[in-house]
């Protein structure tokens, strides 16, 4: 079965520091998502991209965080100035949704990228 | 985006058919209802998908009433393996922000 695949799987880094998370999305699916979570809390939604723009942010998604898909592969999340609070898994997305309008998508999710700030 | 209510937490032994409902009373008529399964430390993952009626899958049924107000998740003779934290999804048109809420922590004891 395919599969979304993230990397690193574990990110320390220090304070202030620009960590840059990186996702291989099933290779076929067009939408692609981050997620967070923070240690025994929900699965906060982040971010939506679609066509090389962003679709949808939530709250939390703030001028720190950008997305990219610099190739025809990669998805990144880039954190430009990491805070103690952005200590969480970080989980990448790719969905079966097409470009019109779906209610029935189905997300597959990658196995997270737990990052610790210092 | 229509809300969802589950039990915090179930128990439940090996080899039980295990039954969990969510209520989405303002669920939208456009809105599918999707439940993931998360193991800790791993991303969630994809259960099964319905809108009305009953779904069957090789891992679960999804029993949806008439009114759609509530759907109730079905794991046939549960294993230890299937301990982990359900989550009830009910998508807006378009599904560009799927909410998920607290869960349900199940828990299968030998």
């Known amino acids: 079965e395919p599969e979304v695949t993230q990397t690193p799987s574990h990110q320390v880094t220090q304070m202030g520091q620009e960590v840059i998370l990186r996702c291989v999305p099933i290779s076929n699916h067009l939408y692609f998502y981050w997620y967070r979570q923070i240690l025994g809390q929900k699965v906060e939604f982040l971010v939506s991209f679609y066509n090389n723009e962003i679709s949808e942010k939530s709250e939390i998604f703030d001028d720190q965080f950008s997305v990219e898909r610099p190739d025809g592969s990669n998805f990144t999340l880039k954190i430009r100035s990491t805070k103690l609070e952005d200590s969480a898994m970080y989980f990448c997305?790719?969905?079966?949704?097409?470009?019109?309008?779906?209610?029935?998508?189905?997300?597959?999710f990658g196995s997270g990228t737990q990052l610790s700030v210092l | 985006l229509a809300k969802t209510t589950q039990p915090i937490s179930m128990d439940s032994y090996e080899g039980q058919e295990v039954n969990i409902t969510c209520s989405h009373n303002n669920i939208a008529t456009n809105d599918y209802i999707t439940w993931y399964q998360q193991f800790p430390s791993q991303g969630p993952r994809f259960i099964i998908q319905g809108y009305k009626t009953k779904v069957t899958n090789e891992v679960a049924s999804l029993f949806i009433p008439a009114d759609r107000k509530s759907s109730t998740l079905s794991l046939p003779r549960v294993s230890l393996s299937d301990t982990a934290v359900y989550y009830c999804?009910?998508?807006?048109?378009?599904?560009?922000?799927?909410?998920f809420g607290a869960g349900t922590i199940l828990r299968v004891k030998s």
């Open positions: 999804l009910v998508g807006a048109p378009g599904g560009n922000k799927l909410v």
């Open positions: 997305a790719s969905s079966t949704r097409t470009a019109s309008l779906s209610t029935n998508e189905k997300l597959f």
